[in-house]
């Protein structure tokens, strides 16, 4: 579900009814050590007129992901959000609803209502071949992880990260891919939401946000481009000029 506080049927979103602080990652110099990520916050002092920075603190704190397995070694990255991406999720009742969540809020049960975006199995399925799959989500585990149990009928997605792993910037939840543990270069978030890849949106392949539309087909169009976007050196430098266009084109060999 989106950052919003509604969805488009009149059903109040999970993301809107439950409260939940995401966390602060602060953002320093930073140096990697295996998967752990070092942060360095300095104090600037001015004296005499000349400036000069002072160490102050040293944290250690590990990357989100646990480094890349095996079978994933030479594969770019894939994030992908999942309401209104993958997914769309109502607590009104949606009489044909592919799975049905009981989420826990406040001691009450509540049912989420929840449909598949069309062609997502064979889009999650071509893009487990070819790619690491992560899915980044802004709501909470206790609904996201039952869902992706069910939505991901071929085990394709490797990692899952849910609120507490998003940055809170200007009150909106931001997927910072720096956090990750992945190489930028090789590194493509999908969201529908462009305030999730705000720090990186040359990183980013925007979709549109999905309800309930039984003839979309964006993510089966995405897949040729994706396909080719394994083959290139820096996923950015492709990403950045391909957004600035209107309609995107095959990469040129």
């Known amino acids: 579900m989106s950052q919003s506080q509604g969805t488009a049927d009149g059903g109040q979103t999970l993301t809107g009814a439950v409260e939940q602080k995401p966390t602060n990652l602060n953002v320093g110099s930073k140096g990697r050590n295996g998967n752990l990520l070092i942060d360095f916050e300095f104090d600037y002092f001015v004296s005499m007129g000349f400036g000069y920075w002072s160490y102050s603190t040293i944290r250690e704190r590990r990357w989100l992901l646990d480094p890349i ?6 594969r770019k990255c894939l994030v992908l959000d999942l309401d209104e991406t993958l997914v769309h999720s109502s607590f009104k009742l949606i009489q044909q609803a592919d ?8 001691s009450q049960i509540h049912n989420v209502y929840v449909i598949k975006r069309p062609g997502v199995d064979h889009f999650l399925k071509k893009m487990g071949e070819l790619y690491e799959i992560v899915v980044f989500t802004a709501s909470l585990s206790k609904y996201a992880d039952p ?13 899952r990260l849910f609120r507490e792993s998003c940055y809170n910037h200007k009150g909106n939840y931001v997927k910072d891919l720096s956090q990750i543990g992945r190489e930028l270069k090789d590194t493509i978030i999908i969201d529908n939401s462009p305030a999730s890849y705000f720090f990186h949106p040359t990183n980013a392949v925007p979709i549109s946000s999905w309800f309930n539309d039984p003839h979309d087909t964006e ?6 481009f994706l396909e080719d976007l394994t083959t290139v050196e820096d996923v950015m430098m492709v990403l950045d000029c391909s957004n600035e266009e209107p309609q995107r084109e095959e990469i040129e060999e």
């Open 69 to 74: 397995g095996p079978e994933h070694t030479g």
């Open 99 to 106: 799975f049905v969540v009981p989420v826990e809020i406040e």
């Open 147 to 159: 869902v992706l149990d069910m939505l991901d009928i071929h085990r394709v997605v490797k990692h």
């Open 219 to 224: 993510l089966l169009d995405l897949i040729p």
